[in-house]
């Protein structure tokens, strides 16, 4: 592998600039306030094709927050709060339900958050029975949850089994790092019996596809330290890991200013921690899957990666099954038909529009023409680290090639080695909206 902890401070300092992660094209700070009118169109025009079609399901409460956390949280410790919400996320599924053929074949059904896990089993048991009201799932669909294995833990693997027996197949887990140090600093205690118990335990159950999230440029990493979290967790051989870069947004999540910046790494030792830790990660038998996603040459990911079906959406890194995604529950984001949705953002407002039998969108955006091709290049580039030259008509790549990020082989632009780091940088040159958005750095 090539050493490059040799990038020069200087280009790094330089490509350290805040671009989007590209979970979609065109990103989230684009979508405007939509019509439910628009989403029923969109929903019917999906209905009268034969697509496959993925289910996204937000779950948004969490006991605890986690001070990097970035994404879409209800802070909550009392049940009726959170049953309250199911009922109406169970009403959203009527709604939505209307306008699509009864019995509509899914071949991938995630539940993400927040904490998925923080529903019991009579919850659980009653989402799944409204989303098997409606659709149908493939018999090879794949049905994942996010699970933080501190509330899994306590029951000695009795929610997991339960989850398994309910159809879930796939599991992530929220680690981020196993050093107690760090984990103190960012108010999220997991000590690592909690992590590896209940690894072992979705082993045990036959989940497959396991992955663990991992974050790096978390306060008081240095490179030694995390390099024994990533070697304990290669020692543990999970199917996939996820690597993300901590996204500092403290516009968005006034929580993260309580990390004081003095205890971060430094940009250099934050991009070193990341290069020593996916060397280990390669040297451990993981393929280096996309910007942040590792996998073991076995597992589905890896063979999207090489086969070249690998996707994005909302979640990251995904298996190509379906491109359309219906989203529900508060914040959740769908796909259908060249349209983004997404709804509301407020618990309340959102509960009391399902309660009034509408359905709880509040923003979107139509792609055009220009969109579609634009966002067909940044997910060659993000999936497959390659593109067409052709798309020299749409993006200046010259400097790209200058600063050795991209280089030209036959009739294609090939991301090189250091390229693959900076894959953001490189497809932000294709996105004709980048300075309209405040987004995280790139390292
Ligand atoms: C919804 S959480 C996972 C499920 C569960 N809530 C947990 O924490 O175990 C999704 C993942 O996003 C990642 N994440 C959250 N905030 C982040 C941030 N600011 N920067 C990078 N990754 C972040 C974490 O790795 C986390 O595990
Ligand atoms: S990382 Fe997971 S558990 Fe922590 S606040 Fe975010 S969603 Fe909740």
Redesign the pocket.
């Known amino acids: 592998m090539h050493d490059l902890v040799q990038v020069d401070p200087q280009l790094l300092a330089k490509l350290n600039r805040a671009v989007p992660r590209y979970t979609s094209y065109p990103t989230a700070p684009q979508f405007q306030p939509i019509d439910e009118s628009a989403a029923i169109r969109h929903l019917r025009l999906f209905d009268a094709s034969n697509k496959p079609l993925s289910l996204y399901f937000h779950i948004p409460f ?1 006991k605890s ?2 001070l990097f ?1 970035g ?1 879409s ?1 209800v802070l909550n410790r009392k049940p009726e709060r959170q049953q309250l919400y199911l009922d109406h996320l169970c009403q959203e599924i009527d709604l939505v339900a209307r306008n699509i053929s009864n019995k509509r074949l899914v071949t991938q059904l995630h539940l993400g ?3 998925p896990t923080s529903l019991n089993e009579e919850e659980f048991d009653r989402l799944m029975k409204k989303i098997h009201e409606h659709f149908v799932f493939s018999e090879d669909a794949e049905i994942s949850i996010e699970v ?1 294995p501190r509330t899994v833990f306590a029951d000695r693997g009795r929610k997991l089994t339960f989850l398994r027996q309910l159809g879930f197949n796939r599991v992530s887990f ?1 680690v981020q790092d196993l050093d107690p140090v760090v984990q103190e600093a960012v108010r ?1 205690r997991q000590s690592e019996e909690m992590t590896v118990t209940t690894y072992y335990k979705a082993r045990e159950l036959g989940f497959e596809g396991i992955n663990i999230d991992l974050i790096y440029g978390l306060p008081h990493q240095t490179v030694e330290r995390f390099a024994k979290t990533a070697d304990r967790l290669i020692e543990l051989k999970p199917d996939r890991i996820a690597f993300y870069s901590y996204a500092k947004v403290p516009w968005l999540k006034e929580h993260q200013k309580a990390i004081p910046d003095e205890t971060l790494p430094s940009t250099e030792e934050k991009f070193r921690i990341y290069v020593d830790a996916r060397t280990r990660f390669m040297q451990g038998g993981y393929a280096a899957i996309g910007m942040d996603h590792f996998a073991l040459s076995g597992d589905p990911m890896a063979k999207a990666y090489f086969n070249k079906t690998l996707t994005r959406n909302f979640q990251g890194y995904a298996v190509q099954m379906a491109e359309d995604m219906i989203g529900f529950g508060l914040t959740a984001i769908g796909y259908l038909e060249n349209a983004y949705f997404q709804n509301i953002k407020e618990l309340e407002i959102y509960q009391s529009t399902v309660a009034s039998g509408h359905l709880p969108v509040a923003k979107g955006y139509v792609l055009t023409e220009d969109d579609l091709a634009r966002r067909k290049i940044i997910l060659s580039l993000m999936c497959h680290f390659e593109v067409g030259k052709e798309v020299r008509s749409i993006g200046v790549v010259e400097p790209l090639i200058q600063e050795g990020l991209l280089e030209e082989r036959g009739d294609k632009l090939l991301a090189t080695p250091i390229g693959r780091l900076f894959i953001r940088n490189i497809a932000s040159v294709f996105d004709a909206y980048l300075s309209k958005g405040h987004f995280s750095k790139a390292v």
């Open positions: 969490c927050m986690c956390c994404c949280v958050g927040g904490t933080d929220g999220r």
